[in-house]
């Protein structure tokens, strides 16, 4: 064998080399790029449903500040369960995004016992205007 052919095969092997080199390369970064992607997408999903679900709160404290204050408890008491149902879908979306995160947990006993006091609130305004409370 001449030198230049044994020049000209070791030099298409280490090209060959280099090229799947690239190509491995290339497949893992687009990979670490799609989960850097998916992440960011979940991440920002997260911090719009707290800016929701923040809102949503605060909306129901408002309701019961009104059903406390204001005539018509009624119309309160059924806009507080919608904007209730609201928050606890998202809240259920949220933890479907991120289930292994224990923040949301605590958030949704919290919720649970502002709940409660939401639901002991309304039941004495009721019971005081002798309104039926339809679940």
């Not at 009104?66 to 005539?71: H, P, T």
């Not at 998202?90 to 502002?114: A, C, H, N």
């Amino acid at each position: 064998m001449k030198i230049w052919q044994k020049f000209f095969g070791s030099s298409v092997i280490t090209v060959g080399m280099i090229v799947i080199s690239v190509g491995i390369s290339n497949v893992w970064l687009g990979h670490a790029h799609d989960q850097v992607e998916e992440a960011h997408y979940k991440s920002l999903k997260l911090i719009g449903n707290a800016r929701i679900i923040d809102s949503l709160l605060a909306q129901q404290i408002i309701i019961l500040k009104d059903l406390l204050v204001l005539e018509n408890p009624q119309a309160k008491v059924a806009e507080y369960k919608t904007t209730k149902q609201q928050f606890l879908s998202i809240l259920e979306e949220m933890k479907k995004l991120s289930p292994d995160t224990e923040e949301l947990d605590i958030v949704q006993g919290r919720y649970q016992i502002f709940d409660r006091l939401a639901s002991e609130i309304s039941q004495s305004v009721i019971t005081k205007n002798n309104i039926p409370l339809a679940d």
